[in-house]
């Protein structure tokens, strides 16, 4: 369990649903002393924002409850705040300024209960926060998959609102608009979702989010998690376990998956049991699946590792909210992401963030107007500097469209072409990738291996290339190291492909599953979820649980108004997406930043598609050109087959006046139906007139 010290990070009523913590621990003689890892609260105020907390143990032995000792002179909470029993949250807006001395009780029901004394400061006056936004009502209806389902979320605030969200259910969308949630879920879990909500201009303006869960039962059944908040540990020391689930089906045998537990833990597939020795300390966001024969359900969930068992130190983190293109970023108090529990003063930094927002290495400020939406890899890192302890959090930072939605509708650039995982004995595994992808590369601003950074990662597997480790130029490069773990990664900005391969590996990621993949190149940030078959084999384009979309190969020819042509191969892949001929929209769009160059919109050219099921994952198909332009201006054809990602598009008659010359950053644009997928790329003058994607 974790505190949000931090109140920034509004998750009004997430105590209304906060489910008991699992029960069952395993090992319960070597995995250390029971303990709070909670050292500080921050300053409140009476007028906001609204307050949450939670209660952080280690070591527990088995389903821990709180509970507050009002004896001894001790204070209770301060009016208007209160605490939740089961999962230690703590919640509510103070309304009466002073000073508490407040002594908290944990009982795992094994060992003798433990207590803090943790001093509250409420002031009148606060610090000119607000109340703030949030969710008056963040309690979601259970869902069945293959239902459809919709709920539309209680916003707190003024208005009007855009709403933002992320680690929703598969199948399951947000509208920005309304936070209407809805769609027929094709996944059972428990999910615990980020929704955040902009109260916008012109009255009080605010940011707000909250962690709120949502169960899906599979079609036919009540099979569930029954854990809900994972044990924490610490480096060094014994630690241990245990996911319980409820309701599977009769005679099935339960196996369990995981993905993202720190190293030195691993889970007995067959009993769910969590064992091992942590060796790295930081909060690990951590993927947890279960089959019965029958159905597999899933949940995402958080953990916490000490530096050590005399260590307090560890991140303030439940939930980031969602940041907009192009707005503000920003709000009063400011929002932070910090650490507590540390012997001296903090320094914090970050790798991966969107460009446009900036972290503060002091107070872990966030702030800015982030630029590109995205869904971005970034980690953070707080230093303590009373002592040599340093602890990361991996967590991906939203940057969504203006208008807001979920994760779900941000189009991610990058395409994996070829992917395995190779599991077995430790220290005996692989991981083999090939990959394109679109960013920015003009002179200044592409990749240069002497300044910048690459990093790829599966679960919590990562394989990091420092400036100054890869061989070649800002065009093409290579690095390699013999190991063990042995690694080698060719980044060839100048075709826009990556390749990396690791041998004699060891992985605590388990297959068939849908695994995060995350990749930094410089100053972009990917994160794609992949579907790996039991053989650890990924497919593209079925393979891709979010929408991915790269210009792979292009040439543009600039001979003047009426004159101007351009061919275009793309990669797209959607498990969303549907086609109608002659109904869907269909659309081109290119731009230069604001500078639109050219807009045709051919829905009436869509082709009849001829439709297929796919074997392997259920999913129907399209296949399907279009017919004939007569136009004389603006003649487009285009051509696509979902099942291999392979798309095709000329066009010509164009005017494209106004591209810069020598290097044009462009973005194309296509319209399918309701879907509007975006890429960006980097185009280059070869000789007067003519474009193409090679770098001179």
């Known amino acids: 369990m974790r505190l949000l010290a931090f109140p920034s990070f509004i998750l009004a009523g997430l105590v209304a649903l906060a489910p008991a913590p699992s029960a069952g621990q395993v090992c319960t003689d070597t995995n250390g002393t029971f303990r709070f890892l909670n050292t500080e609260f921050p300053d409140l105020s009476t007028n906001g924002p609204v307050f949450v907390g939670q209660l952080v143990v280690a070591n527990a032995d088995g389903t821990v409850s709180f509970s507050l000792d009002l004896g001894g002179g001790n204070d209770p909470l301060p009016d208007g705040l209160t605490l939740d029993p089961d999962s230690g949250l703590i919640t509510g807006l103070a309304t009466q300024s002073g000073n508490y001395d407040v002594e908290f009780v944990a009982d795992d029901g094994v060992q003798t209960p433990i207590s803090k004394s943790v001093s509250f400061s409420v002031s009148s006056a606060g610090g000119g926060g607000n109340g703030g936004s949030g969710l008056a009502d963040p309690v979601f209806p259970d869902g069945t998959v293959g239902t459809a389902y919709s709920h539309t979320v209680t916003p707190d605030g003024d208005g009007p609102f855009v709403f933002g969200g992320s680690e929703l259910p598969p199948g399951l969308t947000l509208n920005g608009a309304t936070g209407t949630v809805s769609g027929t879920p094709t996944a059972a879990g428990t999910y615990f979702m980020s929704l955040t909500v902009y109260d916008m201009p012109p009255n009080e303006e605010n940011i707000g989010t909250a962690v709120v869960p949502i169960r899906i039962f599979p079609a036919a059944s009540t099979f569930a998690f029954v854990t809900q908040f994972l044990n924490n540990g610490e480096v060094g020391t014994p630690f241990c376990d245990q996911y319980v689930v409820e309701n599977p089906a009769l005679g099935g045998v339960v196996t369990f998956g995981a993905t993202g537990l720190p190293a030195g833990l691993a889970l007995d597939a067959a009993t769910g049991a969590v064992t091992g020795t942590p060796t790295v300390d930081g909060t690990f966001l951590v993927t947890v699946t279960a089959n019965d024969g029958t159905d597999t359900i899933t949940t995402n969930l958080s953990m916490v590792i000490a530096p050590s068992s005399a260590s307090n130190f560890h991140w303030n983190f439940l939930g980031m ?203 972009a940030g990917y994160r794609l ?47 969303n997406f549907s086609y109608e001929g002659g109904v869907s929209t269909l659309r081109f769009r290119i731009l230069e930043g604001a500078t639109e160059l050219m807009d045709r919109n051919f829905t009436a050219l869509g082709g009849v598609a001829k439709l297929g099921l796919d074997a392997n994952t259920g999913r129907t198909t399209y296949a399907f050109r279009t017919i004939s332009d007569t136009e004389l201006t603006n003649r487009v054809s285009m051509g696509y087959s979902s099942s291999k990602g392979a798309m095709k598009v000329t066009l010509s008659a164009l005017d494209l006046t106004g591209i810069s010359a020598g290097e044009a950053h462009l973005t194309f644009e296509v319209t399918i139906g309701t879907r509007v997928y975006a890429t960006h790329v980097t185009f280059f003058e070869a000789s007067p007139g003519s474009y193409t994607i090679g770098i001179p």
């Open 321 to 523: 909210p969602a940041a907009l293109v192009g707005v503000l970023y920003d709000r009063l108090p400011p929002i932070v992401l910090t650490a507590e529990g540390a012997a001296g003063a903090v320094t914090y930094s970050a790798t991966g963030l969107p460009s446009g927002i900036s972290y503060d290495a002091s107070s872990g400020e966030l702030a800015g107007t982030p630029t590109q939406q995205g869904e971005y890899p970034v980690t953070f890192t707080a230093s303590d500097g009373g002592n040599s302890n340093v602890i990361t959090l991996d967590v991906s930072f939203i940057v969504l469209p203006a208008t807001g939605g979920d994760v779900s509708q941000i189009i991610v650039n990058f395409w994996v072409s070829r992917a395995s995982l190779r599991l077995g004995t430790d220290g005996s595994e692989s991981w083999r990738v090939s990959a394109l992808y679109n960013a920015d590369r003009r002179t200044g601003n592409r990749f240069d291996p002497t300044t910048d950074l690459f990093r790829a990662a599966l679960g919590t597997r990562t394989l990091q290339v420092d400036p100054g480790e890869f061989v070649g130029d800002d065009q093409s490069m290579s690095f390699s190291s013999d190991g063990p773990p042995s690694e080698s990664v060719s980044l060839v900005p100048d075709r826009q492909t990556l390749s990396w391969s690791t041998g004699s590996d060891t992985f605590t990621e388990t297959v068939p599953g849908v695994l995060s993949q995350r990749v930094t190149i410089g100053d």
């Open 529 to 575: 979820l992949l579907r790996f078959d039991e053989k650890g084999g990924f497919r593209p384009a079925l393979g891709f649980e979010r929408p991915a979309f790269v210009l792979s190969q292009g040439s543009l020819s600039v001979d003047g108004p009426g004159l101007d042509s351009a061919k275009l191969t793309l990669l797209l892949g959607d498990p």
